[in-house]
């Protein structure tokens, strides 16, 4: 056999086994991929960038007041967000009571983005109506496959809100 064509060949086999397909990797599974929610044409928002690795995206916003939004999505059959969102106002409290309001206040930021967004103006809504049952760190149940936790972290004395939606605790 002509070394090229081995080598061909070869090469045709592993771009093939090593192709990792994201569709392949949903074929089981409830949802498809995670797809982008968000983009810079939004108004307020000067810079985004969308990553796909494997099962798991991540969506990073900067917004025009200087806050920034990180956020990972991921399930194959139950659905998890997690938002990580700082802004240059956040000091290092440990209220809950003031994270559950920046969690109300950046959820509605969020549903003002535009029509399609208006799902976290639901969020905000039912989390407002639980609200006596928050603890940083706990997950509460909202609703039939409807989970929230809040909690807070400090990254290089920033602080940032930890927002997790999700299907399941």
Known sequence: MDTRLALLLLLFFCVNCSNDSTDDLFIDCRYSAPE???SKSLPEIENHQFLVDKMTSEEILHFTDGSKLRLLQSGCDYLKQEFEFSAPSFDNQKSTAYWLENTLSLLQKLSRLGPEYITYRQWAA????????????????????????????????????????????
């Open 36 to 38: 982008q929610l968000f």
């Open 126 to 169: 039912a989390i407002k109506q639980k609200s006596n049952l928050f603890e940083l760190d706990k997950n509460i149940k909202l609703a039939e496959d409807s989970y929230v936790r809040i909690n807070r972290a400090n990254h290089r004395g920033d602080a940032i809100l930890m927002l997790t939606l999700s299907e399941k605790p």
